[in-house]
């Protein structure tokens, strides 16, 4: 420790407030943004200097510092050594560990990333402005709080355009300062790759959780050990040294387990004492847990009834033993796991310890309670509950603004005494995500934020104070078609990635809401900062609303009431405006957005790869988009067909159809299929044994030209065939408890040909994952508990294939649960 700082004292004791400081000052409480007078005089080179006490990541921040307040005040700051300097202001830098103890315990019982800007604190008999944060990792802290305050500096995204700050080289430092800052929350991090978390007090890590069961038991360290690892399928099966991380648990249920564990913590935290917990999550993936007779006597009496394995008393009566010894040796410890997978709901026969921390994902399925109540429940098993959180923007087309949802979460969880978050946010597109990230930062230091008033500042801060308004108009739009998912899905930030399900709650009113909203912010006054950063929100916001508008065209044609009500003429015409989309997106796709760099439309993590970010992300949604087009235009014309019918003759109707193909030649298959289907009608089903009547039971049983797959070591997925259970009195292909059940079968086709494929199903459960389709067609399933239900698509056989392949599938089953499938029908409507 700096024998100068032990010799400081503490110059002023309270805070004063201020009545000068310059610029758009940041008010505590989440208020609005208040513009301060400029202050008088200016300020010579050599009156200012930055210097630092201890560990390198103050040095580090005392160049930082130095290195915007020359931008603010016009002249150069030097990052220096501060004793030998002849400045009049001097600001220090340090640690807890080489501060002046009265000030550092100021710091005692605080969160490792608290800090205190104290000015002024006499030094050798200088008076100086001291930075002190509590722990060496969050050195730069203190400097950003006193960079947003005091001289205005703020950012709303990545350099450079994310900088935003006003010259001002009359600004001068207030009389005092007295500010502790601690957070609510301990860990506030996002994976953003540009550090814009920390200009935002967050982004440090100070908790190990994420699954860890791979590094705690490694394979390269106890690879003679066979028996630490898992058994199943009547052996143990070994990991590979540095092999898959993934796809395999340990047996924790050894005698030796709980040794290794306990010292792996012991060690991790004594190597890492910026880190308050060590982790005992299970690893990823679904396969490779042990089933020997001493971890499946751990496990609850219920583990096994359940779609997916419920193995949460297993590992917790593993987690407990372990904390319970490290805390014997370090009474500061905490354990962390990750609540999904196989651990996604708490333990039913044994409570959790006091010192867990519980990681819950903020994502559901229909199998699962909404967010609120899992972290009440973890909280009511004994856990601390705190929050993993995916913010990616990648993998949608549509905005995902969900501030006020991110905030409730984050309240509730504090309130119930979590202080630990983690959010995937290495994907995001700040055109998009900016808003919420902005509103996350605040409320993770702050819960009682207000974040209306933090929105209103994002908003004026990005796009200047005129252009405000509309802005927060549009992004509110988003915000509202996020809402309308729900109070069960409101927290599920995960819903709906690359899936055209997406643009579910999206209307025609949305897009001329947000197309008047962006055209206002345009023609508002503004920097040129500004305007780029409104040109990029808009750009990103066209690209977007041409697949919107195409989902909505192709919603639209699917709706018997819209076609009804329109021409003929009409429904040809928006037919052909929704294909001549296509084009228009993939050219702003390949000229605008994947030549971006800035992050403010392409992910930084794509830069390198924009077409890994195509296939990967965007892909999936416009086949999901594209995919709808096909079957809405023979819905709508299939329609009109009917409709035609009422009032005039078949050879009328064939007549329109001929006309139709040679006015509209970009719809010439969709017309020559009604013709077909008027004069020669569907053919026969070409699906083998597709109504599956041709099998012998079992479990699972053999169904003639059907493959039947599910889930587990040691535990499969129930299949049943029996007579008497189909639609019509005969046989149906039953998929019941496991995590997923599939039954793949085929179908005789010939290529540029189209065909209508459907399925009947049947569930006695509403939470059933249901899926199926050929390649490039989807099936579109509604759980409809009781009731036999037919659905269909159309689609073209493509390539050189006489065969393609179906699957239909039925996953998250419990026991007792079941889909039926039924009469799977392929029939030809249009052959070339």
């Known amino acids: 420790m700096s024998t100068r700082l032990k010799a400081a004292c503490l110059a002023v004791a309270g805070w004063v407030a201020l009545s000068g400081y310059i610029g758009f000052a940041v008010q505590e409480g989440g208020n609005a943004l208040k513009k ?13 200097v930055v210097g630092s006490e201890g560990p390198p990541e103050a040095t580090k921040a005392a160049a930082e510092l130095a290195k915007y307040m020359s931008k603010v005040l016009g002249v150069q700051v030097a990052a220096a050594p501060w004793p030998a300097s002849v400045a009049k202001h001097v600001f220090v830098i340090a640690d807890a560990k080489h501060g002046p103890p009265a000030l550092a315990q100021r710091l005692e019982g605080k969160r490792l990333d608290a800090f205190l800007i104290q ?22 802290l203190p400097l950003y709080y006193f960079l947003t305050k005091y001289m205005g500096v703020n950012w709303v995204g990545p350099d450079p355009l994310g900088e935003v700050l006003m010259p001002q080289p009359a600004w001068k430092m207030p009389d005092r300062i007295d500010d502790l800052e601690n957070p609510d929350y301990e860990q506030r991090l996002w994976n953003e790759p540009h550090g814009q978390p920390h200009r935002w007090l967050a982004g440090i890590v100070r908790m190990q959780f994420r699954p860890n069961l791979h590094a705690v038991f490694n394979p390269t360290t106890y690879g ?66 042990c089933m020997c007779e001493l971890c499946r006597a751990r496990d609850s009496k219920v583990a096994f009834d359940f779609g ?26 905490y354990v962390a796991i990750v609540g999904y997978n196989r651990c996604k709901e708490p333990p039913v026969e044994v409570k959790i310890h006091p010192r867990t921390l519980v990681f819950d994902i903020c994502s559901n399925t229909s199998a699962q309670p909404d967010f609120v109540e899992r972290q009440k429940d973890w909280k009511a098993a004994g856990a601390i509950p705190c929050i993993y959180e995916w913010l990616w923007d990648s993998g949608f087309l549509t905005v995902r603004n969900y501030p006020h949802a991110i905030a409730d979460a984050v309240r509730l969880t504090h309130d119930m005494g979590g202080f630990g978050y983690y959010g995937e946010g290495d994907r995001t597109i700040w055109a998009a995500g900016g808003p919420k990230m902005y509103v996350l930062a605040h409320v993770l230091w702050d819960t ?40 069960a899905i409101r927290y599920n930030t995960g819903r709906d990635w690359r899936d055209a399900s997406q643009l579910e709650q999206l209307t025609c009113d949305d897009l001329r809401a947000m197309d008047e909203a962006l055209a206002k912010a345009k023609v508002a006054p503004a920097t040129e900062g500004e305007k780029k950063r409104i040109g990029y929100v808009d750009t990103y916001y066209q690209w977007l609303r041409i697949d919107a508008d195409q989902y909505l065209i192709a919603r639209e044609l699917a709706d018997e009431a819209f076609v009804s009500r329109s021409t003929p003429e009409q429904v040809m015409t928006e037919a052909e405006r929704g294909m001549d989309l296509t084009e228009q997106f993939n050219e702003i796709w390949k000229k605008t957005i994947s030549q971006d760099r800035t992050d403010w439309l392409l992910p930084a993590r794509s830069h390198k790869n924009p077409d890994t970010f195509w296939k990967e992300d965007i892909e999936p949604i416009r086949k999901g988009v594209l995919a709808m087009y096909e079957p809405s235009l023979d819905r709508a014309f299939g329609t009109l ?12 109707v064939v007549a329109f159809w001929i006309e139709q193909s040679g006015r509209h030649p970009k719809l010439i298959k969709w017309a020559r299929t009604q013709l077909q289907l008027l004069e020669k009608g569907p053919g026969p089903n070409v699906v083998l044994n597709g109504h599956f009547e041709d099998g012998q039971p079992g479990n699972p049983p053999t169904i003639a030209n059907w493959t039947l797959s599910g889930s587990w070591e040691d535990i499969p997925t129930d299949f049943a065939w029996e007579a008497n259970s189909g639609r019509n009195g005969r046989h149906a292909l039953a998929i019941g408890r496991g995590y997923r059940g599939t039954a793949e079968g085929s179908a005789c086709t010939q290529p540029g040909h189209r065909y209508r494929l459907s399925v009947w199903y049947k569930t006695n459960t509403p939470r059933a994952h249901i899926s199926g389709g050929v390649t490039g067609a989807s099936l579109n399933f509604d759980p409809v508990v009781g009731e036999w239900r037919q659905t269909e698509t159309t689609f073209t056989a493509s390539g050189d294939a006489t065969r393609v392949k179906l699957s239909i599938s039925g996953g998250g089953l419990d026991k007792g649960q079941w889909v039926w499938f039924d009469d799977v029908v392929v029939a030809e409507i249009y052959g070339e």
């Open 36 to 48: 301060a007078p400029l202050l008088t005089p200016n300020i010579a080179q050599t009156d200012w």
């Open 119 to 140: 000015y002024p604190v006499e030094i050798d008999g200088r008076q100086v402005c001291l930075l002190l944060a509590n722990d060496e990792k969050a050195c730069d």
């Open 224 to 289: 003679d050990q066979p028996d630490l690892y898992p058994f199943y399928g009547g052996k143990r099966n070994m990991p590979a040294p540095h092999g898959p991380t993934s796809g395999w648990q340990p047996c924790t249920a050894n005698p030796r387990a709980v040794d290794i564990a306990v010292q792996y913590g012991l060690d991790f935290l004594e190597k890492n004492p910026d880190k308050v917990s060590f982790s005992l999550c299970a690893n990823d993936g679904d396969t490779g847990d």
């Open 308 to 333: 997916q394995p419920f193995l949460t008393d297993r590992y917790t009566r593993f987690d407990n033993a372990v904390i319970e010894r490290v805390l014997q040796k370090n009474p500061r410890a």
């Open 448 to 487: 009682k934020a207000n974040p209306d008033a933090l929105l209103d500042q994002y908003m004026q801060l990005a796009f200047g104070e005129p252009a405000a308004p509309a802005m927060r108009a549009y992004f509110d739009r988003w915000e509202a078609i996020w809402e309308r998912g729900g109070k």
């Open 641 to 652: 067909t009917r409709n035609l019918l009422k009032t005039h003759t078949k050879e009328q």
